[in-house]
């Protein structure tokens, strides 16, 4: 059984791959986050998978996955270090990226907040709160 910490990057690597070869860029840059925010708008809507899509099937392992790999660039970038508890049922939800700076995010959350709420909890928006450099378009 593998820990926490080793399926961050494991899923981060998955839906690198599964982003990359649907069309979006998904090298873990600051700039690949316009394309994550891009495959959630057109993956979801609101709280719904978009019938057929990417999202539309493994809804909570691809989540979980677009959360890590949020949260692998934003540590790339910034500087950071996971934690996890295995003994925590809602582990998967809880994992967080405590950065650099002291700062502590909770990347997956985020991704599920956006999935429910849509554009208005931004992906590139929080990464450029936290202090990322996102280049535009």
């Given at each position: 059984?593998?820990?926490?910490?080793?399926?961050?990057?494991?899923?981060?690597?998955?839906?690198a791959s599964?982003?990359?070869?649907?069309g979006y860029q998904a090298d873990f840059s600051?700039?690949?986050?316009?394309?994550?925010?891009?495959?959630?708008?057109?993956?979801?809507?609101?709280?719904a998978a978009v019938e057929g899509g990417l999202l539309a099937a493994g809804l909570g392992a691809r989540l979980f996955g677009v959360g890590c790999?949020?949260?692998?660039?934003?540590?790339l970038s910034l500087g950071g270090a996971w934690e996890a508890d295995d003994t925590d049922p809602a582990g998967e939800l809880?994992?967080?990226?405590?950065?650099a700076s002291g700062s502590v995010i909770w990347p997956v959350q985020r991704v599920v907040k956006r999935f429910q709420n849509g554009p208005e909890d931004s992906l590139t928006a929080y990464a450029v709160f936290l202090g990322l450099d996102v280049p535009v378009g």
């Amino acid at each position: 059984m593998t820990s926490l910490l080793d399926d961050v990057r494991t899923s981060a690597d998955w839906i690198a791959s599964a982003l990359d070869s649907s069309g979006y860029q998904a090298d873990f840059s600051p700039g690949s986050l316009r394309d994550v925010e891009r495959f959630m708008t057109e993956r979801s809507n609101s709280g719904a998978a978009v019938e057929g899509g990417l999202l539309a099937a493994g809804l909570g392992a691809r989540l979980f996955g677009v959360g890590c790999y949020v949260g692998e660039t934003i540590g790339l970038s910034l500087g950071g270090a996971w934690e996890a508890d295995d003994t925590d049922p809602a582990g998967e939800l809880n994992v967080s990226l405590r950065l650099a700076s002291g700062s502590v995010i909770w990347p997956v959350q985020r991704v599920v907040k956006r999935f429910q709420n849509g554009p208005e909890d931004s992906l590139t928006a929080y990464a450029v709160f936290l202090g990322l450099d996102v280049p535009v378009g």
